[in-house]
């Protein structure tokens, strides 16, 4: 095969970058050769795809260009908090002439882009380089399929009470305040809302769209899709995640070695909230109570608060003494740990979530029940797909603020990690299903195939 060549534009946050890294991985072990953009303080994450692919992938890396609304020195979503998004989309346009020169001047122009969905002006950018780009969903195709909607009719958004949507598969109808609240927040012609706006129809518009999910869970809203769509171009390739690339291979290895100690096969909860969320005082001591009123194993991975403010007002904070009291049956972690690893260990039964959509995807491979505490952007509506229509998953509590209490909380844990629980029965059907999708002649991996043969011809 001659030299092909992809441009590869993942969003700086941690649940969007490492999903398309995922795919990345796939698309250079087919033997495409890729370019990822990326800016200096992300550069890291980066290195175990270049130094596993040297020859194939290479970076290129552009200064992140100052924006008002974002500190100097943050790069990455995660250093100033999900709101940040609508600055850093902002931010990132501001590349648009680099990259342009880059690509004029580059002996083996790239021949088409995949970015992620939250970068929708990318989609301008591939028409004025004449080349086709292609929308990576880090997110689900039930999600995407109500977002599209509203966009288009943005009336929806400002509908008091119960939204309905009679015309996507299974007619959901669900509150107002499960849409993520960049949606609710929208006001025509306030700049914010038009780009959100902008960027969800400009992805629709885009050559093709890339979704990390899988025929079994999301068949039908895929469907749907592609028949808005008016075109095929829709390639579901996940789960993805199984085969992660970690710059620390030790990284982890306390926890694992933790696990390994563990007889009872699915008895342990693993507790992880995603990569943004960081929870208040009166939260952190609500869970705590929680797991400790259970009677069941955990390991709880906490997010440590990073500005002055939040030292101060206990975000973050594990209450006094807690470690010692649940010594021996949970273990707390601070720090980032290999997330794929811990769900795939035999000991783990149970996943307590906020529903992030790569958490979800990890959970399904990992055939793990999931008790979900959505708390913002899609994750209201991945619980309601993982809760109401599948039943691998429990609602635990829901609401960024919400303060559980923990009798309640240590309840459900108890039930849902109860030896053959509806929600664990139905977690090791969905993995069977996952697991097939993405092995050889599997829906997800015929759909890789499909996707680099497009791009090669
Ligand atoms: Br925290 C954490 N280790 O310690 P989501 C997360 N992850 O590997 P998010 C780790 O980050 P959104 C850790 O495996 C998953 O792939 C985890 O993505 C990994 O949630 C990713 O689940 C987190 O989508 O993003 O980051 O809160 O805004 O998309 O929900």
């Excluded at 292609?134 to 119960?162: E, K, M, Q």
């Excluded at 710059?247 to 943004?276: F, H």
């Excluded at 101060?312 to 980032?336: A, M, T």
């Excluded at 309601?384 to 603020?401: K, M």
């Amino acid at each position: 095969m001659s030299e092909v060549h992809i441009l590869v534009f993942p969003y700086p946050a941690q649940g969007h970058i490492l999903a398309l890294l995922d795919l990345t991985h796939h698309l250079a072990l087919s033997g495409l050769t890729i370019t990822i953009i990326i800016t200096p303080q992300n550069l890291p994450i980066l290195n175990p795809l270049l130094s596993t692919h040297p020859n194939t992938i290479k970076s290129l890396t552009l200064p992140f260009p100052s924006h008002p609304n974002i500190p100097p020195g943050a790069e990455n979503i995660r250093e100033v908090g999900n709101s940040g998004n609508y600055p850093f989309i902002n931010a990132l346009s501001k590349l648009q002439p680099q990259i342009i020169q880059w690509f004029t001047s580059h002996h083996n122009p790239p021949v088409a882009l995949i970015s992620d969905f939250f970068l929708g002006w990318t989609h301008q950018l591939a028409t004025q380089l004449r080349i086709p780009r292609l929308a990576f969903y880090s997110s689900g195709a039930f999600f995407t399929t109500v977002a599209t909607r509203c966009w288009h009719n943005p009336h929806l958004l400002h509908a008091p009470g119960i939204i309905n949507f009679p015309e996507i598969p299974g007619t959901p109808s669900f509150k107002r305040e499960h849409l993520p609240s960049v949606f609710l927040r929208y006001r025509e012609s306030d700049p914010e809302s038009e780009l959100v706006r902008d960027s969800f129809i400009s992805n629709a518009s885009s050559w093709a769209s890339i979704f990390n999910t899988f025929r079994a869970l999301e068949g039908p809203s895929l469907d749907h899709i592609r028949a808005e769509l008016g075109h095929p171009r829709v390639f579901s390739v996940g789960p993805l995640g199984s085969n992660r690339l970690d710059s620390d291979p030790n990284r982890g290895s306390e926890v694992l070695r933790w696990l390994d100690g563990v007889k009872e096969e699915g008895s342990v909860l693993y507790v992880c909230l995603g990569s943004q969320k960081l929870l208040k005082r009166e939260q952190m001591e609500a869970l705590a109570l929680g797991l400790e009123r259970s009677n069941t194993r955990f390991i709880w991975v906490v997010k440590k608060a990073t500005t002055k403010q939040h030292v101060e007002e206990g975000y973050g904070l594990v209450p006094n003494g807690f470690s010692d009291r649940v010594l021996g049956r949970g273990l707390v972690v601070q720090g980032w740990v290999p997330q794929v690893a811990i769900l795939g260990h035999n000991a783990v039964g149970g996943f307590l979530s906020h529903c992030g959509w790569n958490s979800v995807m990890e959970a399904m491979v990992a055939g793990v029940a999931i008790l979900g505490w959505p708390m913002e952007a899609d994750q209201f509506l991945n619980a309601r797909l993982l809760v109401e229509d599948q039943g691998v998953a429990v609602r635990i509590c829901e609401g960024a603020d919400y303060v559980p209490n923990p009798d309640d909380l240590g309840r459900v844990v108890n039930e849902a990690m109860s030896v053959g629980s509806s929600q664990k029965r139905k977690a090791k059907v969905m993995r069977e299903e996952a697991t097939e999708a993405v092995s050889e002649g599997g829906d997800s991996c015929k759909n890789v195939d499909e996707l680099v043969k497009t791009l090669v011809h």
